[in-house]
């Protein structure tokens, strides 16, 4: 390759990057408060964070949503348009994603470790039909107010947890939590309730 032709690939290699660093750059900026369903009062959303479709993402009021979340909100031709709601003073650390191809639904008081996600679809194996993995329909999620959740949390599609519940970290949580339960593991497993009366977590026997 003459040195003419090395320069010219040199150029358009260094233009390719500079235009992924642009794309990127844009895609971590936080849409304006305008562009979202709604956006309360005093709620943060601290760049870099990836945001799609803010349109559909409604933030209550005192909300923070720390660096690096991605809220990963998508419409599909063949279904309604999705709703991902995020209640009054939830605060989502660092490294969250929610996926949410239908309905997320997420109350007030809610505290987010680092690393947790939510997804109300899952891929399914390869189809060499259509030479895709395929995604389920997906399945709403709901996490009642004032509910913990650990770090590195997953939530499959379709679950429920009640308020005030409690999820340790690394839980993948398969099924609904109840109301001021304590869950656990691989799958979460229930392991305590909490009293109303006392305020206490009680075992829960096997």
């Keep these: 390759m003459g040195a003419g032709r090395r320069a010219l690939a040199s150029a358009r290699t260094r ?3 500079q235009r992924l660093l642009r794309q990127t750059a844009t895609a ?3 849409p304006l408060p305008s562009a979202w369903a709604s956006y309360g009062a005093n709620t943060v959303v601290v ?7 803010p349109e559909c993402i409604s933030l209550g009021a005192g909300v923070i949503l720390h ?9 599909r031709p063949d279904l309604p348009a999705p ?3 995020i209640g009054d003073r939830t605060s989502l650390n660092r490294f969250l994603k929610i996926v949410c191809l239908g309905t997320v639904e997420i109350g007030a008081d809610v505290l987010f470790a680092d690393r ?6 899952e891929h399914l194996p390869w189809d060499a039909e259509t030479r895709t993995h395929p995604l389920t329909d997906p399945r709403p999620v709901v996490i009642g107010d004032r509910v913990h959740m650990g ?8 679950v429920t947890i009640g308020d005030d519940a409690f999820v340790g970290a690394g839980a993948v949580v398969r099924d609904d939590v109840p109301a001021g339960g304590l869950v656990v593991g691989d799958p ?3 392991v305590r309730l909490r009293n109303e009366a006392t305020g206490e977590w009680e075992r829960v026997s096997s």
């Design 15 to 17: 233009y390719l990057q």
């Design 28 to 30: 971590l900026t936080p």
């Design 47 to 53: 760049p870099p964070a990836r945001i799609e479709t």
């Design 67 to 75: 660096e690096h979340a991605w809220l990963c909100v998508q419409r």
């Design 83 to 85: 709703s991902l709601r």
């Design 116 to 121: 947790v996600y939510i997804s109300d679809v």
């Design 151 to 158: 770090i590195s949390v997953v939530v499959k599609p379709g």
């Design 188 to 190: 979460a497993r229930l």
